[in-house]
């Protein structure tokens, strides 16, 4: 490729913080919360024009339970356990009728609350500002290079912390990444009124149908309303091969999403004079599930989550189920603690088999150790959300919202501590993370 030279230019220091934290999803928001909590000076970067990621922006509406696989222990507190709370209180979040209660949530109130949630931390938030390069001074990294509506500008901060989904800042910082051959899909979600549909219809036979006519791949499709309204979010795209790492992958998936969205509102109008269906609202983006992973101080793998390995520096806990999306191949498979296996394709029966045979006692949970986050040689960046280090199959199951939650949690309390006392984030001693944590609300077994 060929290269110019950009004139070098002087740019303005346009904040100075403790902490810095780049990506504003509800992991993002969860760490620069809790190390604000304890008393750091905090700034959060978020590119779009509101906080909360692929849950607000991608309209993925779904926090799955708070529960260990027995139905009867709280594994998952902390700050995701008190967005549910306040959200409950203003009538924008649902418990579907399940014994493991996952949460439907009214991502628009979402949006709001975790402003709210902010600004009452005393975090200091930047929207529309786009991370674009590390900035060092005597080799040491010591700050971020921004773009926003005031133009460009360097933001110095003694610690940071990773929470941009891609990795961005460790990926140009230098830090050892890897890709995955195959990630996981990424899905476009979509709003919907009038999803009314005759009696017995079955949306998975539908697309199956007629999914080729329309090439719409087979994928995985699941939904839900709304809460308080009729509006329907359907989950139903699978969007294959595109890189979003990369701007020109990422700018094809996003239309491909869409582009899929049209195809399954043709098929439900043309093929079943579904005349009343609307679509009301695309997302500002689409529903990344992987694109870089750090390399860490551990790598988590399908070993240790799907036999509950228990880890002394474990800072999260999660029963969400391993699901592998496979290229080239209509449906997705489901690996669970206690040994089923499931291919589920819609329109299909779902086929049922054994991942292992029958153990004494099968795991009630799964858990997600500190190192996860922490780059290799850094010393003062984590991680927090989907680019920690883990292999595929175990970031199958660890990769959903209420499992990233947490790791926000733990990057800002581990970024605190240091900033406290002026070490570098692999000295702070995990057990006192973790008792922080737990003294903060989080629930540390």
């Not at 926003?148 to 933001?155: A, D, E, L, R, T």
């Not at 989550?305 to 496979?326: E, K, M, P």
């Amino acid at each position: 490729m060929p290269e110019v030279m950009i004139p070098s230019r002087k740019v303005p220091v346009i904040g100075k913080t403790g902490i810095c934290v780049i990506g504003g999803s509800c992991t993002g928001v969860f760490a620069a919360v809790r190390a604000a909590r304890l008393g750091a000076e905090v700034m959060i970067l978020e590119k779009q024009n509101r906080f909360g990621g692929v849950a607000v922006s991608g309209m993925v509406s779904i926090w799955h339970s708070l529960h260990d696989t027995t139905f009867k222990n709280r594994i998952i507190a902390g700050l995701t356990q008190e967005i549910i709370e306040r959200l409950q209180r203003r009538r924008a979040v649902d418990s579907q009728d399940k014994p493991y209660q996952d949460y439907i949530l009214n991502t628009e109130e979402l949006a709001i609350e975790l402003d709210r949630i902010i600004i009452e931390a005393g975090v200091k938030p930047l929207l529309h500002t786009a991370f674009t390069a590390p900035y060092y001074e005597n080799g040491r990294l010591v700050g971020v290079v921004v773009e926003n509506k005031s133009g460009c500008g360097v933001i110095m901060a003694d610690y940071l912390i990773d929470a941009s989904g891609d990795a961005d800042l460790c990926s140009r910082a230098g830090y050892s990444l890897r890709q995955p051959e195959a990630p996981q899909p990424s899905t476009t979600c979509a709003r919907f009124s009038g999803w009314k549909f005759p009696e017995g219809f079955d949306l998975g036979c539908a697309l199956r149908k007629y999914g080729a006519e329309y090439n719409l791949p087979q994928g995985f499709i699941w939904g839900v309303n709304v809460p308080g309204s009729e509006i329907h979010m359907l989950a139903g795209t699978r969007i294959f091969n595109c890189d979003c790492a990369d701007a020109a992958g990422l700018t094809a998936a996003e239309i491909e999403g869409r582009r899929q969205v049209r195809a399954i509102t043709d098929i439900l109008r043309e093929k079943y004079d579904i005349s009343g269906l609307t679509l009301q609202a695309l997302p500002s983006m689409t529903g990344i599930r992987e694109t870089r992973h750090i390399r860490a101080l551990y790598t988590l793998t399908g070993s240790d989550l799907l036999n509950g390995v228990r880890f002394d520096d474990a800072i999260a806990n999660g029963t969400y189920r391993v699901d592998i999306h496979q290229p080239g191949r209509p449906g997705i498979i489901f690996r669970y603690l206690d040994g089923r296996e499931v291919y589920a394709c819609p329109g299909l029966p779902h086929e049922e088999s054994r991942w292992r045979g029958p153990v004494d006692k099968y795991p009630a949970f799964y858990q997600i150790p500190l190192r996860c986050l922490i780059p290799e040689g850094a010393e003062n960046v984590i991680t927090a959300g989907r680019m920690l280090d883990a292999d595929q199959e175990a970031f199958g199951g660890a990769r959903v919202m209420v499992n990233m939650n947490q790791t926000g949690e733990a990057a800002g309390v581990a970024a605190a501590l240091a900033l406290e006392t002026g070490k570098t984030i692999p000295e702070i001693p995990a057990e006192k993370i973790r008792r922080t944590l737990a003294k903060g609300g989080s629930s540390i077994i």
